[in-house]
């Protein structure tokens, strides 16, 4: 089947070959490709395309103008013993890509959900655990795997292969080392090693999110006061707190602020 191009082409025919649950709600702009299955309740939004071999299921929401590349699952239910068979919902926001064989599951606990928000891009067989929440913008590159309960900030990027324990946090504008395995926490803006280890902040990333060089010069001297001068966390938090001179330390220190589960990553001795 050809790409479906929104404004150009007309909309496609659900393909002959696809099972579809009389309970599904699908947009009459949506294309459903050839052995897509859908069971139960799911709910489909305009423009969204769905690729061949796809298996959606469950309470789950796919917003507009998504993009679902082949052998994709969404909406199975989790790889949790605590599962008990409540209902739980799947929800993926507007504009997300997800490529060949990327798997999220619905969540643990009744009326919980696992989220994808609006714009993220998951790659080749990335996986999203139960209840997960990515915020806009995430990149999820090729073989990354989520346990369950992570949460990711906005326009964070998780690299190749890399899996990120139960319960962690990794921040906004965070980004993840190829190969990675990550324990505790990534506060916002860091870049951290294969280890978890935090070696620098994502300038590449800060530039590339429109922020200018007053901004970028201040999470620096956060770095700083947070990995390279042998504070304790609650002591560099004080600091930072009193420091701040514009809002763009916000994020990170809300983030240092709140209760963690697994603790925050140490940077480099």
Avoid: W
């Avoid at 696809?18 to 699908?26: G, N, T, V």
């Avoid at 530039?207 to 060089?213: D, I, L, T, Y």
């Avoid at 707190?241 to 603790?263: C, D, H, M, W, Y």
Wanted: hydrophobic share 40%; aromatic share 4%.
């Amino acid at each position: 089947m050809p790409p479906f191009i929104p404004g150009k082409d007309p909309p496609v025919p659900i393909h002959s070959t696809a099972i579809i649950d009389p309970q599904a709600q699908i947009d009459s702009s949506a294309v459903i490709g050839p052995y897509v299955l859908i069971e139960g309740p799911v709910c489909i939004g305009a423009e969204t395309k769905v690729g061949p071999f796809c298996h959606l299921m469950g309470e789950t929401t796919i917003g507009e103008r998504c993009r679902i590349h082949d052998r994709v699952t969404i909406g199975d239910i989790p790889q949790d013993r605590a599962f008990r068979n409540e209902k739980s919902y799947c929800r993926i926001g507007n504009d997300v890509i997800l490529r060949e064989g990327v798997t999220v599951h619905r969540a643990t606990g009744e009326g919980a959900a696992t989220q994808i928000q609006d714009g993220c891009f998951l790659m080749t067989n990335a996986h999203v655990g139960h209840n997960c929440e990515l915020e806009k913008g995430v990149i999820m590159i090729s073989g990354s795997l989520l346990g369950g309960h992570v949460h990711v900030g906005q326009r964070a990027v998780i690299s190749g292969n890399s899996g990120v324990h139960q319960f962690c946090r990794i921040g906004t504008l965070a980004m993840l080392a190829g190969l990675s395995r990550i324990t505790q926490d990534i506060p916002p803006y860091m870049m951290a090693d294969q280890f978890g280890t935090i070696v620098a902040i994502n300038l590449v990333g800060l530039k590339r999110a429109g922020f200018n060089s007053e901004e970028r010069n201040e999470i620096k001297e956060a770095f700083r006061i947070l990995y390279r001068e042998g504070r304790t966390q609650s002591k560099a938090l004080e600091i930072l707190t009193q420091k701040q001179n514009t809002p763009v330390l916000a994020p990170l220190i809300e983030f240092l602020s709140e209760t963690s589960l697994r603790g925050i990553s140490k940077g480099a001795a």
